[in-house]
C-alpha cells in the first residue's frame, strides 16, 4: 500500500505525513490544553446531569461528555473526572442515569456544576427503577446499568446499558463555545 502524504500540518508545524504508523502519531507531542479546549468548545452538545445514589445519599454532576454507543445492546457512555464525587458513586454501585435538561433548566445545569452540599435538596425529582435520581420537566432520561468502565488520564469512562427512558417534547438545553444555548439562539436566563 503506497503510503498517502498529506499537505496540510498540525498546530505545531509538524507535517502529518506518517498516517498509516500509529505507533509514530502515538509518539508525537499531544495538542497543548488550551488547544484541546479551544477545539473542544467548538463542538455543540446537549446538557446533562449524571445522576447516581449511593443508599440514601443522591448526587449529580453537570455533564456533556455523553455519547450514545450502540442500538443493539442499547447503550450509552459517559466520562467522569476522577475528582467528582459522582466517580466512586457510579464505580461502586454500578448504576446511573442521565437527564437530559430541558432549554428552560440551565439554573439546573449551573447548580449541579457547583457541587452543592445537599445536590437533591432543592430539586424536584422521583426516583428511577435502578435508584437514581430523575429529575423533573427534562428532555429524557436513560435509566443506565454499568456494562464496561475504563479508565484513560485523568477520566473514567463508563458505558451503561440503558434499562428505562422516557422523553418528553421540551427542547433541549445545549453548551457551545463556553455558553448555554437552546436550538436557534442563546438559552433564556431562567
Not at 35 to 53: D, L
Amino acid at each position: 500500500m503506497a503510503q498517502r502524504d498529506i499537505s496540510r500540518s498540525n498546530t505545531r508545524g509538524t507535517p502529518l505525513t506518517e498516517i498509516n504508523d500509529t505507533d509514530a502519531l502515538l509518539q508525537r507531542l499531544p495538542v497543548s490544553y488550551e488547544e484541546f479546549r479551544q477545539a473542544m468548545r467548538r463542538f455543540a452538545a446537549n446538557v446533562s446531569v449524571i445522576t447516581c445514589a449511593d443508599g440514601e445519599y443522591l448526587n449529580g454532576m453537570t455533564a456533556t461528555a455523553v455519547s450514545g454507543v450502540t442500538a443493539d445492546p442499547p447503550s450509552v457512555l459517559i466520562i467522569v473526572n476522577h475528582s467528582a464525587r459522582s466517580r466512586a458513586i457510579i464505580k461502586s454501585t454500578g448504576a446511573f442515569t442521565i437527564n437530559v435538561l430541558a432549554a428552560h433548566q440551565q439554573a439546573v445545569a449551573i447548580h449541579f456544576a457547583s457541587k452543592p452540599v445537599d445536590p437533591f435538596g432543592s430539586i424536584a425529582h422521583t426516583i428511577g427503577s435502578n435508584r437514581c435520581p430523575i429529575i423533573d420537566g427534562i428532555v429524557a432520561h436513560l435509566e443506565c446499568a454499568v456494562a464496561e468502565h475504563f479508565e484513560f488520564g485523568t477520566h473514567s469512562i463508563f458505558i451503561g446499558k440503558i434499562v428505562g427512558t422516557n422523553v418528553s417534547r421540551f427542547v433541549p438545553l445545549l453548551f457551545h463555545d463556553g455558553s448555554y444555548q437552546r436550538l436557534g439562539g442563546a438559552a433564556d436566563a431562567r
